[in-house]
């Protein structure tokens, strides 16, 4: 019954800023991680970061630690990534998922959103 819907996507500036929203339409049942992960062109997808739903509890990449931060709001049922200090390697395809527990692993989310397009051009 979940479905994950990216939007916030966009073109923007190095140094600058953008906030990603993942919505989530449905009861998240045992699902009690979502996660966001980044397919950047002619890369694999990988991970960004996590929030735990049950602990609040966040984990991130080493890349975007110190300038990405995951957050929720239960009644809008919305995980965010808010991305600041952009730069042009950031530049992805970016995906959140949801899955049983907090993972790096593409293999270990469970269902997936259809992705939001970031571009981090000057």
């Known amino acids: 019954q979940l479905q994950l819907v990216e939007s916030g996507g966009g073109l923007v500036q190095p140094g600058g800023s953008l906030r990603l929203s993942c919505a989530a339409s449905?009861?998240?049942?045992?699902?009690?991680?979502i996660g966001w992960f980044r397919q950047a062109p002619g890369k694999e997808r990988e991970g960004v970061s996590c929030?735990?739903?049950?602990?609040?509890?966040?984990s991130y990449s080493g890349p975007v630690k110190g300038r990405f931060t995951i957050s929720r709001d239960n009644a809008k049922n919305t995980v965010y990534l808010q991305m600041n200090s952009l730069k042009p390697e950031d530049t992805a395809i970016y995906y959140c998922?949801?899955?049983?527990?907090?993972?790096?692993?593409?293999?270990?989310?469970?269902?997936w959103g259809k992705g939001t397009l970031v571009t981090v051009s000057s």
């Open positions: 998922a949801a899955a049983y527990y907090c993972s790096g692993n593409v293999a270990r989310m469970n269902l």
């Open positions: 449905g009861s998240t049942g045992d699902y009690h991680a």
């Open positions: 929030i735990d739903l049950s602990s609040n509890n966040t």
